[in-house]
T-cell receptor, first 112, second 115 residues
C-alpha cells in the first residue's frame, strides 16, 4: 500500500450537492492528519486537522477510521468556490522522517 | 508582514545560470521546508530544516543547495539546472515540537522555468 493514496478524480458535482473523498494511509502509527486545499497554480492551504475520530467546520466534516486506516472529507451544500484539489496529508509517525507526506490530491469541480 | 513569503514569484533561467530562491517566515516557527511540485504530480519533499539544522535531504541532486542562516530564512541555491527541474517550488514552515503533528504553512511559491 502506498503511504498515502487518494482517488485523483475529477469529481464533477452540481452546486448544492454533498460530496465525499476518502484517503487511505499505510503507517498505522500516524496520530493526526490534515486536509489541504490547493487551487490551480497556487500554494496548498490548510483546510482541516483531524486529531481523533473527526472534526467538523461548517460545511466540511473530516473523519478518521483508524481500524481501516482511512480518513474522509465530506463537503455539504457544495459551492462553486469549493472547486479545487483536496490533498490528504499524513504525518510520519515513528518512521524517523521529519515531514508530512502529501497525497496526490482529489480534484473537485463544482458545476452551476 | 505575516505568514510565509517567497521571492521571486516567477523565475526563468538558462541551464548555465546561478540563481537563488528566498523564503522568509514571520510565524515564529522553528522548522522550514522546500517542496517541489511538477505538473500533475504530488508534492515532493526536498529538504527539511529544524532549528537551522538540516534534518532531512530527500535524495535531491547537488545542483540544488539549501541554506538556512536562521530560523526565519531559507534559501535554495540553483546551479546548472535541467529543463526537467522546471516546477513550482514551495517553501513551508511549521512548529516542530518533536511530535511531528504540526501542519505546514506554505508560501505562494516560485514558478521556475529552465530553458
Amino acid at each position: 500500500r502506498k503511504e498515502v493514496e487518494q482517488d485523483p478524480g475529477p469529481f464533477n458535482v452540481p452546486e448544492g450537492a454533498t460530496v465525499a473523498f476518502n484517503c487511505t494511509y499505510s503507517n498505522s502509527a500516524s496520530q493526526s492528519f490534515f486536509w489541504y486545499r490547493q487551487d490551480c497554480r497556487k500554494e496548498p492551504k490548510l483546510l482541516m486537522s483531524v486529531y481523533s475520530s473527526g472534526n467538523e467546520d461548517g460545511r466540511f466534516t473530516a473523519q478518521l477510521n483508524r481500524a481501516s486506516q482511512y480518513i474522509s472529507l465530506l463537503i455539504r451544500d457544495s459551492k462553486l468556490s469549493d472547486s479545487a484539489t483536496y490533498l490528504c496529508v499524513v504525518p510520519p509517525g515513528h518512521t524517523g522522517r521529519r515531514a508530512l507526506t502529501f497525497g496526490s490530491g482529489t480534484r473537485l469541480q463544482v458545476q452551476p | 508582514e505575516t505568514g510565509v513569503t517567497q521571492t521571486p514569484r516567477h523565475l526563468v533561467m538558462g541551464m548555465t545560470n546561478k540563481k537563488s530562491l528566498k523564503c522568509e517566515q514571520h510565524l515564529g516557527h522553528n522548522a522550514m521546508y522546500w517542496y517541489k511540485q511538477s505538473a500533475k504530480k504530488p508534492l515532493e519533499l526536498m529538504f527539511v530544516y529544524s532549528l537551522e539544522e538540516r534534518v532531512e535531504n530527500n535524495s535531491v541532486p547537488s545542483r540544488f543547495s539549501p541554506e538556512c542562516p536562521n530560523s526565519s530564512h531559507l534559501f535554495l541555491h540553483l546551479h546548472t539546472l535541467q529543463p526537467e527541474d522546471s516546477a513550482l517550488y514551495l517553501c513551508a514552515s511549521s512548529q516542530d515540537s518533536g511530535l511531528r503533528n504540526s501542519p505546514l504553512h506554505f508560501g505562494n511559491g516560485t514558478r521556475l522555468t529552465v530553458t
